[in-house]
């Protein structure tokens, strides 16, 4: 019988505050360090902590999002352990009373469960050069939410896709900034392995996967090594490793700690956190629509098929980039082929964030405007996107500017159809006599004469006109 993997993720996401949760110092990234500092977040003797309400109305929108309940009380408690990013000897962090329970995120049809959601405070950050480990504090109290999978995860593509939507749905609700080079995003995965039907295997823990693309490889690097173990007749110790990118692998960094070793207490500086059913209300109201809830009014107001529906849904700015294409342009099926197609490619091709992107959804509006009023045709309109795309420049200037609007006045393309008959009169002949497939030759023609610019639907249609009168 085939192993099976049981995998559960602990995620922590830094929430997008200004200031950090128990003091008023700033979070920005990148300052020089121990700028961002202060008595109560360096660990003083006698500094009181103050809870940040911001960090807790946006914990609870990621309550919200992922279908948790959110409990009236919920306890601060001091989490002790040594480290060297850690000035207070403790974390404050969320233990046996956290502030939600019992969510669940849908990946592809796959519910997974999320057991927890609780707020805890950030360490400091450690940086080692080959002399000494110097200590920066700026990240030191920064608000975080652990969000706590059940362990309903099956494979490592799995965890990928799991992670991946909570990333998702952090930054729809602007929780947090998924930003994982900086540190916004960090993911442990605890992994073990067992035959079905038979009880669970002892787990591990790994830590530092906390790139994305690292999430997947990791957590099967670390099943692979607990079957071998095991098939070779060892056992898996319980313990926490650490992978590592540039080798590829995971190897051990502690044993684990079980919930005992950190002696958790109530904070006895903070007071017990009560959220009453108004506040979860003023969170509800302005928390923006969900990916899922978008493709699905998407699918059922405006027809958009469900696979160009959930990839417009990949970001909240792509997402709203194309609301306002469909609003402004009155035509949300069109307004998703080209956001879907043309915009992702030109990112994609440029490398660039919709954020830097010259073409506002005003500008593909129009667009989309001159195809459908006929001034223009399809292919001349991609010729416009690309053009606008690298100058910015509005699409009824660049259409004037390359002469490119369409041929549309019928007695313009009679003329020169006229002119075509009359120098193909061979083909034209044939034609009347019944060769049907002359036609498609004849339009060709007609297109040259006019240099691509007739308006396809007349052109077809004088033509025709033309053969059968005579
Ligand atoms: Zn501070």
Redesign the pocket.
Known sequence: MSWEPVIGLEVHARLLTQT?IF???STAFGAPPNT???P???GYPGALPVLNRKAVDLAMRVALATGCEIHPQSVFARKNYFYPDLPKGYQISQFDRPLATNGSVEIGGKTIRIHRIHMEEDAGKLLHDAAVTRVDLNRA?TPLVEIVSEPDIRSSEEAAAYFSRLRQILMFVDACDGNMEEGSLRCDANVSVHRSGEPLGTRTEVKNVNSFRYVARAIEHEIERQISVLESGGAIVQETRLYDPAADETRPMRSKEEAHDYRYFPEPDLLTLEVDEAWVGSVRAVLPPLPSARSKRYQSEWNIPAIDADAIVATRELAEYFEATAEASGQPRLAANWVRNEVLRVLNDRRIDLSDYVVTPEMLAKLIGLVESGAIGGKSAKEVFEEMSTTGDAPALIVERRGLAQISDPSAIRVAAERVLEANRVQAEQYRAGKAQVFGFLVGQLMKETRGKAKADLANEILRELLDRA
């Open positions: 950090k003091c008023g110092c961002h500092v202060c109560v977040c360096l109290g």
